[in-house]
């Protein structure tokens, strides 16, 4: 049995540590899970800040491409005059655009002419209020003047081929129309990348292309427009632009500090400028059709240098330009993309799609940054340039705090049931030693009452077989062979009661019967009982009856605490030299008391209480030398408890045993 308790220990406790390890991994698997499940909520986060941003800037792009031509220029002729209107009486438009540089994302339209002159909705502004911005100032004029001067710094470069770029002016000669290649790459986009991360590898998120300000699979407009209204305004166009080259070249010529130097503009130039005009005023031949095919491209983004001063999100300034086809006259129209406001509806987007726990920042001026308490970075790839959306834990340490709180309860429940199975195991251990002891003991009471019952039931059969067979032919011996067979028969009764009394206890079933009566009485009569089976054993009972009143007492009862007290004095006391056994009743307060006194070799402290249990016996059963079941002491105990009392042991002096038992006293 113990064998198989130590199997299922080691099994048992296998089992725990396999499941204690599962349990933690769970834990780390759990980690790992809301790692990733956090990060799949950056990714949509910055998945919707993309789809934002697409829709915006492909909003602001449509309008863009279906601006009209005209809106570029500082007026024009509405296209709805009647057809053969005189020039003199048609209406002049003043552009939509005018009066500002910012228009949404764009920023200072302009449109560049094939002799490199450029023209802006603003050029009127700037004609007419040249005067009072010499006197008291004019911020829009100086923001106009500044934006001409960066266009012809930096984009026209890259137009003519002076610098490393896509676009370059062809001029032909003998017709002076220039014809512009618009390219499908994009100028200095390759130097200035945006952001290089050097973030961890389990920080780095993904790319998340924007491709609304690309001109992939994007077609080319072609619209049918009058040949009057057009050439009307490319004479008023030619006008106009004499008009101010001519005024910008005086001013340049007298040295007007309060205003920037023209960019490109020379006496020379205006001249060539005027002659080219001239030869704009087209009069149309015989035969020509009454409508001129306009051809609109798609814009094309285009990255240049601009001031190292100015932080520029994407390397460099970004430039949408667009060629503009009317027959044999082409042009550039475009504007230039306002980082700052792009910036702006970016975190704009990104403050909506913010989910609870996050912060965000954006990387700009394409520089490299180190930062470790970005938890995804989202990588906004516009096609020339890139820009970092860094989304950030506002605690980092809400994941380590969740699991640091369910590794405390892990570990706290493990705790709980580690102690319960080893509680468990050891009660099972506990159970199984006492079961085996039980079993021990039941062992030896089968034992011992077989040996009990064969012992005097052999003396009764043979006395009864020499009586009967006349071998016994003196009275006198005959007489002392009939006293032994009702001693035996005695003896085998006080056993069978023995057993009887205990199996009713054991079931519950024991009734006693109380009545007052006189207790000395009773036990004189054992004692009386018990005087031969002691003589027959050579030793001699003693009475010290002290003075009890009636009481309320189970006759059955007393009679079985004393005749187990004496028959228990008589085979533990049998090598003493005083074979004295003394009887004593007394009365206190409470209880009465009955002493069974021997003088015997006493009762050793260790086994003081263990010899009221039931089955116990010193000693092995096999070389145990004493008589009896193992249940005399434990009936004494149950029938003191069933009068409210108790039984004690108390060492005798010189030596020898007392037994005490006490029964609570009932009038």
Known sequence: MYKRLIILSVIIFAAMCG??????????????GMEGTRR?????????????????????????????????????????????????????????????????????????????????PNDFLEQTQRQDTLVAGNELFTDVLSNRKNIGDNVLPVLDGTTSGSFKLNFRNENRVATPTLPRTYGRAGSGRGVKSKLPQSQQGSNYNIESLQSRDQKAQVLEQQRSIVELNISNQAVQTQQMLKEEAELGALGEKSIPPPPIVSPVQAEQAEDFYEGLQLQSPEGQSETVQVRIEPFVPVVVPGDPNVGSVFGGQVFLLRHVQIEDRHFIQGFQLNEKKLVEEIQESASRFMREGMDFHLVQNGTDQDDHDVAYAAILSFGFGDLALHLNEIDPDWIGKRMNTLRTWYFSIVSVVLLAVTLGLASLWRNARAQLKLAQKKDDFISAVSHELRTPLTSIRMYAEMLEKNWVKSQDKAAEYYKNMRQESERLSRLIENVLDFSRIQRGRKKYSFSVGDLNKCVSDVVEMMKPHAAQKDFTIRTELGRVEPSGFDGDAVTQIVVNLLDNAIKYARNAEDRTIIVRTSRNDRFILIEVEDRGPGIPHRQRKKIFEQFYRAGAEATRETAGTGLGLALVKKFAEAHNGFVEIISAKPTGALFRVALASQS
């Open 40 to 120: 799949g909520e950056f990714a949509a986060v910055a998945e919707q800040v993309r789809q934002d941003v697409t829709r915006k800037l492909d909003e602001f792009m449509q309008t863009e491409q279906n601006r009209p031509y005209t809106d570029y220029q500082y007026y024009y002729v509405p296209e709805n005059i009647a057809p053969g209107q005189q020039q003199q009486q048609v209406p002049v438009l003043r552009s939509p655009l005018a009066g500002r540089l910012e228009n949404s994302l764009a920023y200072g339209n302009f449109q560049i002419e094939p002799d490199g002159s450029i023209i802006t």
């Open 19 to 32: 499941l204690i390890g599962l349990g933690y991994h769970s834990i780390r698997i759990r980690a790992q």
